[in-house]
């Protein structure tokens, strides 16, 4: 039981410092002990105070332990119960759940290294050709870091390097917003573009995908551009795809945590 009793550990220093940290301080957490006695087959409960402010003892709470897998971008999340007895947030873990969190928190380090070598991703490249979009717009990409990718009829701006990485996260997933052209398309005439876009993940499995509804923009740089806010619920290797007006535009990217 060693090897669970220093994850344990790890995952309440984990707790300790994630929730000030998210919460700008309001409030503290503090534990009663960590656990002496850990024994197969027993679950392993955790009595912990949160205190406003670090002060007051506050039952309006509804704590809960995360743990992240930085590999896949996957969370799992266990709730804390109040203790009767105390009406203080209780957390008990099985001894089946603090295996399936050894193997879950285990799996950037013990397997990511094989799934690297079992999959690479095919990110999209800039084509031997170059594409030059029509005027208006300009012929070359206006960021040195991406180019123009797909044909007249849409297209797209791609990263060089293929990643998308640095996106804003919430319990959905990653958010990116993505840009698209046709030619003659005015951000004017056509507020609200009929385009819709999917995903799918090429190096493993996911949750479902969310795109929103599509809509206009206009910036000197970019001239009139179709936008659409797409949510990616995991990090990994992700093929997308944009329909519009009887086209069909995909390309392969690595969204990274």
Avoid at 2 to 28: D, E, H, N, Q, S
């Amino acid at each position: 039981m060693t090897r669970k009793f220093i994850i344990l550990v790890g995952l309440l220093a984990l707790l300790f410092t994630a929730v000030p940290v998210l919460a700008g301080g309001w409030v503290v957490i503090t534990l009663d002990s960590l656990p002496e006695d850990l024994q197969a087959d027993r679950p392993v409960a955790i009595s912990f105070m949160v205190r406003h402010h670090g002060k007051e003892p506050t039952h309006d709470v509804s704590p809960f332990l995360t743990a992240t897998n930085k590999a896949t971008g996957e969370e799992i999340r266990i709730a804390a119960e109040k203790a009767p007895e105390t009406n203080m947030p209780n957390l008990e873990l099985s001894d089946i759940e603090i295996e399936a969190l050894i193997a879950f928190l285990s799996a950037p380090y013990e397997t990511g290294k094989a799934a690297d070598q079992t999959h690479t991703c095919a990110i999209t490249q800039p084509p031997n050709q170059p594409f030059n979009p029509p005027a208006p717009y300009s012929p070359g990409s206006p960021y040195e870091d991406h180019f123009w990718y797909g044909s007249e009829k849409l297209w797209t701006l791609l990263p060089f390097d293929g990643l998308w990485r640095d996106l804003p996260r919430d319990e959905a997933g990653f958010g990116q917003k993505v840009f698209w052209w046709r030619e003659g398309y005015d951000w004017r005439e056509e507020p609200l573009p009929t385009l819709t876009v999917t995903a799918r993940r090429l190096d493993g499995t996911a949750p479902s995908f969310e795109s929103s509804e599509a809509t206009n923009g206009f910036h000197p740089d970019l001239d009139s551009f179709m936008l659409t806010g797409v949510t990616i619920p995991t990090a990994g290797c992700w093929q997308i795809t944009a329909q519009h007006q009887g086209q069909e535009l995909s390309f392969i990217v690595q969204v990274s945590p």
